[in-house]
T-cell receptor, first 115, second 114 residues
Framework: GAGVSQTPSNKVTEKGKYVELRCDPISGHTALYWYRQSLGQGPEFLIYFQGTGAADDSGLPNDRFFAVRPEGSVSTLKIQRTERGDSAVYLC?????????????FGEGSRLTVL | DQQVKQNSPSLSVQEGRISILNCDYTNSMFDYFLWYKKYPAEGPTFLISISSIKDKNEDGRFTVFLNKSAKHLSLHIVPSQPGDSAVYFCAASARETGANNLFFGTGTRLTVIP
């Protein structure tokens, strides 16, 4: 597609449930990022993939959060045993390391609400 | 620890006037700075950037100024238009270290009054 695509756009779940959020980056972009934006805050870095491997996962808050990118394109962010504090908009972004402009292209986000 | 700070949560400006949005950072390793604009229910979109080797970058109505010694940058929009009303995020990265992830401020909500 033309831009970064994220699904679902909205997800409501109950505390303790498992959630998967999907990101389809811009075609050809080798770098993929997950950010989390809580109300009134700026996007907070979670994890960065270069190709299939996680180059930097230092932003993942705890071991309930995990992300994969098995074929170097689509990525899935997985959250186990969700807590109310996980409620936020999860943003995915991609960039071209070839062009290397430093600019990240963001999707519209997946809004997660944990009841 | 917030490495990029936007101390003004909101700003209102009359149409046609200049909007000045400010941003401060603490990490001296940051060498690339960007401004993103965000409308409700949309992802942030890139607006303008500046490398630490420059002190000014201009693109149409938008100009970013960088003061490295003060660890401060600002975005000037002139003339401001109602369509500029959005939340503006300042972001920074330390590209020389090989890190590509961006650190964001908390945003400033700009309202341009017609």
């Amino acid at each position: 597609g033309a831009g970064v695509s994220q699904t679902p756009s909205n997800k409501v779940t109950e505390k303790g449930k498992y959630v998967e959020l999907r990101c389809d980056p811009i075609s050809g972009h080798t770098a993929l990022y997950w950010y989390r934006q809580s109300l009134g805050q700026g996007p907070e870095f979670l994890i960065y993939f270069q190709g299939t491997g996680a180059a930097d996962d230092s932003g993942l808050p705890n071991d309930r959060f995990f992300a994969v990118r098995p074929e170097g394109s689509v990525s899935t962010l997985k959250i186990q045993r969700t807590e109310r504090g996980d409620s936020a908009v999860y943003l995915c972004a991609s960039s071209s390391l070839v062009a290397n402009t430093g600019e990240l292209f963001f999707g519209e986000g997946s809004r997660l609400t944990v009841l | 620890d917030q490495q990029v700070k936007q101390n003004s949560p909101s700003l209102s400006v009359q149409e046609g006037r200049i909007s000045i949005l400010n941003c401060d950072y603490t990490n001296s390793m940051f060498d690339y700075f960007l401004w993103y604009k965000k409308y409700p229910a949309e992802g942030p979109t890139f607006l303008i950037s500046i490398s630490s080797i420059k002190d000014k970058n201009e693109d149409g109505r938008f100009t970013v100024f960088l003061n490295k010694s003060a660890k401060h940058l600002s975005l000037h929009i002139v003339p401001s238009q109602p369509g500029d009303s959005a939340v503006y995020f300042c972001a920074a990265s330390a590209r020389e270290t090989g890190a590509n992830n961006l650190f964001f401020g908390t945003g400033t909500r700009l309202t341009v009054i017609p």
